[in-house]
């Protein structure tokens, strides 16, 4: 496998090098990529793998995903939810499926428990933002999954993980930076082009730390949602909650025009969705995401007056 050290470019990054979903997923997530692909044809996909159409209707059927009623056939689910949230399943599912196998030498728990809040956190913003809630989701459980492929690439950085796991999203990108002389979301680009993501969710995920450049590679909406959430993430797993906190409400005000009530808010809904997307996924994660337990680690008080 290539040594990111070597290709900072990443020129020489193929495809190939790239941990792998399942091929009926990928394919589905392509298909529905397309504007005219019918029906017929994604269910014959899916079909293709009973394994994945098993999970995909359990999936459509939780509490998380449902729409409501009971979905029993594949091409049932594919006319009730669209080709939009089909994607979404099909790409949370092949995420899933490419960190269990993975060799990256870092627990896959710990990876999940991370992605959950970054995709609960996601949900959260983009539902106040009229944004669809799955897309979001969906995004938020990709954004960092750049990071897991540089991990794939050098298994010897691996025993770090836990070290910069740690660390504020702005810390933590400048250590990749050192480690591999790129950041996750240079290669959540390459890993959208690859996966033939739809281009407004590959643009958000390769550009989700450039929201306020001058250059900007992207100022939608999704990829400030995302930036948010990563800060959300840190509330929770980083070690200077009380930083992280801080950046949280500053980003919250100046992006979405929140104040301190509603962003504490959203931050306290994120273990509730974080347990319910872990049960839609198949994931058995641990429950210790206590909200008021983070804010007396910070010290900090969450019902001052907000928007």
Known sequence: MPDLTDIATFRDLKPSDLPSPPEAALRIVRACSQGDVANAELSRIAGSDPVLTAELLRVANSSFFGVGHEIRSLTRAITVLGHATLRNLALCLAVRESVRSAAAGIGGDAFWEDALIRGAGARLTGQSQRLNPDECFTAGILQDF??????????????????????????????????????????????????????????????????????????????????????????????????????????????????????????????VQVDAAARALGLALPSDLDFDRVLAEANLIADEPGC
């Open 146 to 271: 750049g990071m897991y492929v540089m991990l794939h690439l050098n298994p010897a950085r691996a025993a770090g993980w836990e070290e910069i796991r740690v660390l504020d999203p702005d810390a933590r990108r400048a250590v990749e930076y050192q480690w591999f002389g790129a950041a996750h979301d240079d290669v959540n680009r390459l890993l959208a082009h690859a996966w033939d993501l739809p281009p407004e969710l590959g643009r958000a995920l390769g550009s989700h730390h450039h929201c306020d450049d001058d250059d900007v590679i992207d100022t939608s909406t999704l990829a400030r949602v995302l930036y948010l959430a990563d800060w959300m993430a840190a509330v929770f797993r980083g070690r200077d909650k009380g930083g992280a906190i801080r950046r949280y409400r500053e980003i919250a005000e100046r992006y979405f025009g929140c104040g301190e009530r509603t962003a504490g808010e959203w931050l306290a809904a994120v273990p």
